[in-house]
């Protein structure tokens, strides 16, 4: 398994990519690949396992790996992201069906 750090790059730079996607796409839904990816990285997250018990890895590790990725998109990127994922729980609070909180 990779380094908590490695994992928090690589997740970072798929967030970076999909934001990059967004902002050369002109139409279509506003930041949808970018709420697609963090939505996956989300779900990559949730998923990971320790290699050596192949236990689910515990919260304690996953908020580390949530800060690093933070400090790796850095401040500009953070704010536009965060924004799109505060639009996306304010969507998902007016709605009965929580699914679609990122």
């Given at each position: 398994?990779?380094?908590?750090?490695?994992?928090?790059?690589?997740?970072?730079?798929?967030i970076?990519?999909?934001?990059?996607k967004?902002?050369?796409t002109?139409?279509g839904?506003?930041?949808?690949?970018?709420?697609?990816?963090?939505?996956?990285?989300?779900?990559?997250?949730?998923g990971?396992?320790?290699?050596?018990?192949k236990?689910?890895?515990d919260?304690?590790?996953k908020?580390y790996?949530?800060?690093?990725?933070?400090?790796e998109?850095?401040?500009?990127?953070?704010?536009?992201i965060g924004?799109?994922?505060?639009?996306?729980?304010?969507?998902?609070?007016s709605?009965?069906?929580?699914s679609?909180?990122?």
């Amino acid at each position: 398994m990779s380094s908590k750090e490695d994992l928090a790059k690589e997740y970072a730079a798929r967030i970076k990519k999909a934001y990059a996607k967004d902002e050369a796409t002109l139409g279509g839904p506003r930041h949808a690949n970018t709420k697609r990816e963090i939505k996956s990285v989300q779900s990559d997250i949730d998923g990971l396992t320790y290699s050596s018990s192949k236990r689910q890895i515990d919260d304690e590790d996953k908020i580390y790996i949530y800060k690093k990725i933070i400090d790796e998109l850095g401040k500009k990127d953070v704010v536009i992201i965060g924004e799109i994922i505060t639009e996306q729980v304010q969507k998902a609070s007016s709605i009965d069906d929580t699914s679609e909180l990122v």
